[in-house]
């Protein structure tokens, strides 16, 4: 493999603007295809399986009026009752509302100065582009606005609405060309990781276009994959450009094209080992949302599938092209920049002194980051997930004003009304009163209305109105008392029965995907580097800074100790979408910095044979890129807390503070003092298993300054 590489970077440097224009190329051809045969995000919410789901399916088989979404106008005067007249033009313009199926009579409220008016489409939430839906219902509403009344829209057309600003995407961009320029001191340097990031996001984002013209992909989708892709490709070329700068610097600034070129491809062969096989474990943890068994799970894997793997290819053949341009101009003017950097007491670099401090006392150091990490995860045993609702949104948005009025005057159920579907073909409908007047007397009920029969007469629905939010814990324990009580082939369903379905089985499912995704990332790691405790190891360790930043989360969103600076008017559950989703896009972005570091490491083990040694250096070689590399990442995760969307604003804060432990505490801390404490025994490896696993040729020890070891060396293999 490393042959190869070597090739591809010598090759690539060698004819740069071959490489270039074939990107260029790509990128254009695949914008093309993607505005002939691409698609637009779209929402896939069934689930098969679910009690719900078959509910839902039952009212679009016998009540056209419910097969698809809905929506809820509240109308709120300030001066007295709100006209009856006025209503009933409401109702006849709703009504003439593409997709709306049916305009459920006016409730109103005790004081008569609040008409809450619910609506059914025919047509299901995802077939709406952009706002349109909404936009027809201010259309209906304008005349009413314009007579004084507040008029506020919730349900789910308005509230899946989704409007990216692209603030987000801007301020990491900003942040991480202030980093790359910090960590280079030289524009042409900063520049190469984000100009290569920015192609390979470019075409994943052309990619996803694509696919979603052929499947479902989520709305939410694209973002997550642009979250992740400018990340990793900043990562990946920036590890790159720091190999081809340190092939670079034994040459004091002397020398012709085929020395750039030879530094080119050393720097392939070397750091893009731990590209391939970093972004490998990513795809690899991307698997893991296939676990959950929903398809919009399975489309956010998708889609950072397509981003990973052109970002990934990106960079082993578009960096070392645009490295042979720059050439040495890469250091700028200061050609100082070419020798070693050493401070002014001639002291080794303070990434070195640290590595030393560690491995010199690895058990204290251990024990201190281990005991940090299990008591940032302690809240984590208090973790309660459920979508997010209107009731999180800022109190600007319209869906959050119509949310709260109908608190107010209503009740807060009335936000997240039940619906019945029974089937009538296994139940009588003279059952239909004896079951409305069994629900009503639920303790956590507040109202049940009438069962409406459908025309032919084979199904029934009944509205029941919760006496708590849809997302309080005690919502949840009415619905299970109440599925309790219905008879056969009778379900419990709608938009919050749903949710709570979906919640549940993404809980047991976690545990599936943890299971199988660390499975196979000790497998690749095992044939990586052909040492199964280093790969146990780096499991436990990963999973270890999964649960602190789940407890994090939990302290920040649940408990609300971050709530008012994020935006948020109270504290909320953590989004069921949440857990999953951070454990796989974290684990296979820990394990790219865990990847950098032991391919360093193993370089110098396999040089010296000085187990202790080989951390040191691994480290101080490591530290100054992971750390610059870390701190990118976590300014463009943390660009994504600004976000409006609920579940985007926690991706962005778990992965923000997931990084900063992992390039912190695990990384810095954890790693360096546990291989420390093992020694030799990290590259243990039984005869029967090296007889077994395939030789990779990933093993870097060419180009690689060791000192000689003081000791005698040791075998690599105990």
């Not at 008569?112 to 259309?139: K, M, S």
């Not at 409908?429 to 639920?442: K, Q």
Request: aromatic fraction near 6%.
């Amino acid at each position: 493999m490393r042959a190869l590489l070597y090739r591809v970077g010598e090759t690539s440097a060698a004819h740069p603007w071959r490489v270039i224009g074939t990107w260029v190329a790509i990128l254009v051809a695949a914008f093309g295809i993607a505005g002939v045969i691409g698609g637009t995000p779209h929402d896939n919410y069934n689930v098969p399986g679910l009690s719900s789901q078959s509910g839902i399916d039952l009212l679009r088989a016998h009540f056209p009026e419910f097969s698809g979404t809905d929506a809820r106008v509240v109308v709120h005067s300030e001066n007295g009752p709100v006209s009856t007249a006025q209503l009933t033009e409401l109702q006849q313009r709703l009504a003439d509302v593409e997709g709306v199926s049916r305009v459920a009579q006016p409730r109103i409220s005790d004081d008569g100065d609040t008409a809450l008016i619910g609506l059914n489409y025919d047509i299901p939430v995802t077939d709406f582009q952009g706002t349109e839906g909404i936009d027809a219902l201010r259309a209906a509403t304008a005349p009413l606005e314009q007579s004084g009344l507040q008029v506020e829209l919730g349900g789910e057309v308005p509230e899946n609405v989704g409007t990216p600003s692209g603030t987000a995407e801007a301020i990491g961009i900003v942040a991480a060309l202030i980093i790359l320029f910090f960590v280079f001191g030289t524009i042409v340097a900063a520049g190469l990781p984000l100009l290569v990031a920015l192609v390979g996001v470019g075409v994943g984002m052309a990619l996803i276009t694509i696919m979603a013209g052929f499947t479902d992909i989520s709305v939410n989708a694209p973002t997550t994959a642009i979250m992740v892709g400018v990340g990793v490709g900043i990562d990946y070329a920036l590890l790159l450009v720091t190999r081809f700068a340190d092939a670079l610097r034994p040459s004091g600034g002397v020398g012709g094209p085929a020395v750039v070129h030879r530094a080119a491809g050393v720097a392939t062969s070397t750091a893009g080992v731990s590209v391939i096989f970093a972004g490998t474990t990513v795809l690899i943890s991307l698997f893991g949302l296939r676990m959950a068994g929903l398809a919009v799970y399975s489309s956010f894997g998708y889609a950072a599938f397509a981003m990973v793997t052109a970002v990934m290819l990106a960079s082993i053949t578009l960096v070392p092209a645009v490295c042979g341009l720059a050439g040495f101009r890469i250091f700028g003017r200061n050609m100082r920049r070419l020798a070693p950097r050493q401070s002014r007491r001639n002291q080794p670099p303070l990434t070195e002194r640290w590595a030393r401090r560690v491995s010199a006392r690895p058990l204290p150091y251990a024990v201190a980051a281990l005991g940090l990490l299990l008591l940032l995860a302690a809240p984590v045993l208090q973790m309660r997930t459920w979508p997010q609702d209107a009731g999180s949104q800022p109190t600007s948005n319209t869906t959050r004003l119509a949310y709260d009025l109908t608190a107010a005057e209503f009740g807060p159920g009335a936000n997240g009304p039940f619906l019945v579907a029974v089937d009538l073909e296994h139940n009588p409908a003279t059952s239909l009163p004896a079951l409305a007047n069994r629900l009503a007397n639920d303790p956590g009920v507040a109202a049940v209305s009438p069962a409406m029969v459908a025309p032919d007469g084979a199904a029934a629905v009944l509205e029941v109105v919760p006496t708590t939010g849809p997302a309080v814990e005690a919502t949840t324990g009415t619905m299970d008392r109440l599925r309790a009580q219905l008879p056969t082939d009778s379900y419990l369903t709608g938009m919050t029965p749903v949710l709570d379905e979906i919640s549940d089985r993404l809980a047991h499912r976690l545990w599936l995907a943890i299971a199988v995704v660390v499975g196979m990332a000790v497998l690749l790691l095992t044939v990586a580097f052909r040492a199964p405790i280093v790969a146990i190891k780096a499991a436990l360790m990963n999973l270890l800074a999964v649960a602190a930043t789940y407890g994090v989360m939990v302290a920040v969103f649940q408990w609300g100790w971050g709530a008012g600076l994020l935006g948020l008017p109270h504290a909320v559950p953590v989004s069921s979408w949440v857990p999953l989703l951070i454990f796989t896009l974290l684990f296979g972005l820990s394990m790219d910095y865990e990847v950098f570091l032991l391919s360093r490491v193993r370089e110098y083990w396999l040089k010296s044979g000085d187990a202790r040694e080989s951390v040191t250096r691994g480290l101080s070689s490591t530290a100054r890129v992971i750390t610059g590399a870390g701190a990118i990442m976590v300014a463009v995760f943390a660009g994504y807390a600004l976000d409006s969307e609920l579940t985007i604003k926690m991706i962005g804060v778990g992965l923000a503070v997931a990084v900063l432990l992992d390039v912190t505490v695990v990384r810095m801390i954890l790693v360096p003092a546990s291989m420390a404490l093992l020694g030799r025994y990290n590259w243990w490896l039984p005869g029967w298993l090296d007889r077994i696993l395939p030789n990779l040729d990933i093993d870097s020890t060419d180009e690689v300054p060791v000192e000689q070891p003081k000791e005698e060396p040791v075998p690599a293999k105990v």
